[in-house]
């Protein structure tokens, strides 16, 4: 029978990318141009790259690390409801890379490339600006008109430039590695198959 494997590994990884992840988006505050946007927001990079090693329990600690980090930006409410947001920018190409088990996490093909151009760079990070300058104006922090023409393309681009610049180089280096390790998940949850008794 198959269960959802859930112990010490699970919450280190949870706990480790909570760190980063949080350490990071206040890293990303030197390079805030606007309220919750930055240039370059390396958080990002942490998010995808945790997320497509790491699965489920990269996501979950992004969502804390969001919560955390993103102090420097907004209330906890906020943050609350804008880690659903967040997590989408590493849930997303993680879902792809979990499915499509030919394409490799190292990005050392042309598919796998590309497929992180596309689920990453492009789609991950925007859903992502699409739905946090959402949730700003949801709480009252821009208007819909500042999230339409300025705020959901200065996010896009701040957090594009930190998948691509940031993401490709750790998962070409540091994938082989990491998949070495007792932390790596196969699976996107963790499965294991249970003895019969």
Not at 1 to 6: H, S, V
Not at 67 to 76: D, E, V, Y
């Given at each position: 029978?198959?269960?959802?494997?859930?112990g010490a590994k699970q919450i280190a990884i949870i706990v480790v990318t909570t760190a980063v992840?949080?350490?990071l988006s206040l890293t990303g505050a030197a390079f805030q141009i606007a309220p919750g946007v930055s240039l370059v927001y390396p958080a990002t990079a942490a998010a995808i790259v945790f997320s497509i090693w790491f699965g489920i329990w990269g996501v979950i600690g992004v969502y804390f690390g969001t919560?955390?980090?993103?102090?420097?930006?907004?209330?906890?409410l906020v943050n609350m409801t804008g880690g659903f947001t967040t997590i989408l920018e590493g849930l997303i190409p993680a879902l792809i890379f979990y499915t499509f088990t030919n394409l490799k996490k190292d990005l050392t093909d042309k598919r796998s490339l590309v497929a992180y151009l596309i689920f990453a760079v492009v789609?991950?990070?925007f859903a992502c600006s699409l739905l946090g300058n959402l949730n700003y104006t949801l709480w009252g922090y821009q208007t819909m008109e500042y999230t339409w023409t300025v705020g959901i393309w200065v996010w896009w681009l701040g957090d594009a430039v930190a998948a691509l610049v940031i993401g490709i180089p750790i998962l070409r280096l540091m994938t082989p590695y990491v998949q070495r390790t007792?932390?790596?998940h196969q699976g996107f949850i963790a499965r294991r198959l249970e003895q019969a008794e």
């Open positions: 029978m198959k269960r959802i494997e859930f992840y949080a350490l919560l955390i980090g993103g102090l420097a930006w907004a209330p906890i789609l991950g990070t007792s932390l790596y």
